[in-house]
């Protein structure tokens, strides 16, 4: 029954679904996370800033974005991200696609990390002559993504289906596999099947193993 | 209270430490610091007593700037607390602070709550920094506790944690604010142990307090407030025996008759 499945690189594309996954889950940490600091900072422009990303990234529709990487940054800016060949160009093009926008959750969920933090910590920490950038690095932040665990596992969970979106741009993913797949074979509900199986491989222990850890970390107060 | 003058202007002239001049401050329409001068010398332990919301706790608070002012000056040992940034933090190193709700990082060990300003602010070594932490936390009675978690300890014992994490930066002076009230009456005592043997060791200290008893013993001048204004100076003794303002009056024949 699933013989078809052979003639295809299954794995191979959830290899590079994986590869979006990890490279822009870590891009958008990173990502996430100054624009967290912006967003509680004491620069008023700064702040501006992190909460005007925020609330306009995260409202664009991921495939506008990931369109925007390929025909504005690329076809009409001539940006190529340092890469030559059509393959890379378009790998990496929906790698910073899916930072711009899950950073923007990612940015959400630590905050809400942060409001756990009561204020007085913040406080003791500056009276004892912390910097600010010392308090969010050593008081605040080690504490905030403790208690973000959780939500950071669904924006995680997120981002591993949104990968999909990269197959506008012609990314070799599971999703673009899936759609030659099906135009190949009559098999639709096979296919999608093995297709969602593969997803769900991937997220649900994420979701498990992210929710135990969360647990397992959490502050005690 | 003419004593207490003559002595303050003797040590005045050499030896002011925290200085307040006229310092305004509002929370909107709340004028809650109204024309505050202050002037504590090096070595003076001052009890800040006064009802709820008469603006203690924000003077205390101006301090070291936690809370901003509107307007007025407050110097440091001759310096003028700066507004922002690294000044104003090399500053706060100097001047310990002791919170009503304790205020230990919670996610880190009670050693670590006391290293951590000795090697990221002091630049200390860190075996150097677990040393003298750990000699603080044994002179205020927890040096057993050294590798728990704040959550672990009772109220008493975080707050004394939290006192020998300001003391390990090495302060001109200590402000406490309202040490006592989050804690179980129990707990009290061993608190205020530790800020009379600091008293006693000389330390410089401004102390928020409802514990009149603590005022009475450890206190060279009490500072009586209300609604905004330092209303009445004295000694203690003075103070509890003779107060002049018919505010000061009122307030102690509240607290002191049940």
């Known amino acids: ?221 | 209270m003419t004593e207490v003058s003559v002595a303050k202007e003797d040590k005045a002239a050499t030896d002011e430490l925290v200085v307040l001049k006229s310092v305004n401050k509002h929370f909107g329409a709340l004028h809650v610091l109204q024309d505050i001068d202050l002037t504590i010398t090096r070595g003076e332990v001052v009890v800040v007593i006064g009802p709820s919301g008469s603006g203690k706790s924000t003077l205390c608070r101006t301090i070291n700037r936690l809370e901003t002012v509107d307007s007025g000056s407050i110097a440091i040992d001759g310096k003028p607390l700066p507004a922002e940034g690294k000044e104003l933090a090399r500053l706060r190193a100097d001047v310990g602070m002791v919170f009503q709700s304790f205020n230990l990082f919670a996610h880190k060990t009670v050693l670590e709550n006391v290293t951590l300003g000795q090697v990221k602010v002091r630049k200390a070594d860190g075996k150097k920094a677990e040393e003298k932490a750990r000699a603080l936390l044994d002179r205020v009675g927890v040096g057993a506790q050294a590798d728990k978690y704040p959550a672990q300890l009772s109220g008493g014992q975080q707050q004394r944690v939290a006192i020998a994490r300001a003391l390990a930066m090495d302060p001109k002076v200590m402000l406490f604010d309202e040490p006592t009230s989050a804690l179980d009456p129990e707990m009290i005592n061993e608190v205020l142990e530790v800020m009379k043997q600091l008293a006693r060791d000389g330390m410089t200290m401004v102390v928020v307090t409802h514990e009149m008893g603590f005022a009475r013993s450890a206190a060279n001048r009490v500072v009586f407030m209300a609604d905004g204004r330092i209303v009445e100076e004295a000694t203690p003794d003075q103070f509890f025996s003779n107060p002049r303002s018919d505010r000061a009056k009122d307030f102690l024949s509240k607290i002191l008759h049940h």
């Open chain 1, 1 to 221: 029954m699933f013989d078809f499945v052979k003639d295809y690189d299954l794995l191979g594309a959830f290899w590079t679904t994986v590869q979006l996954a990890v490279l822009s889950a870590v891009g958008s940490l990173i990502w996430g996370t100054a624009l967290a600091a912006m967003r509680v900072g004491p620069v008023p422009l700064m702040r501006g800033f992190g909460t005007a990303y925020v609330n306009t990234v995260r409202n664009i529709p991921l495939t506008v974005i990931i369109l925007f990487t390929s025909l504005g940054l690329n076809q009409t800016l001539g940006i190529s991200l340092g890469a030559n060949d059509v393959e890379t160009i378009n790998f990496r093009l929906a790698v910073l696609g899916l930072i711009l926008y899950t950073s923007s959750f990612v940015c959400e969920a630590l905050r809400s990390g942060i409001n756990t933090v009561p204020v007085g910590q913040a406080e003791a920490a500056r009276a004892i002559g912390l910097s600010f950038g010392q308090v969010l690095r050593h008081v605040v932040l080690p504490q905030a993504f403790r208690s973000s665990v959780v939500p950071m596992a669904n924006v995680l969970i997120a981002l591993i289906k949104n990968t999909t979106v990269a197959a506008a741009i012609g990314v070799a993913e599971a999703a673009l596999l899936m759609k030659e797949m099906i135009e190949n074979e009559a098999q639709l509900l096979l296919i999608s099947a093995v297709i969602a199986f593969g997803f769900v491989v991937l997220t649900l222990p994420t979701g498990l193993i992210l929710g135990w850890l969360g647990k397992k970390v959490a502050v005690k107060r």
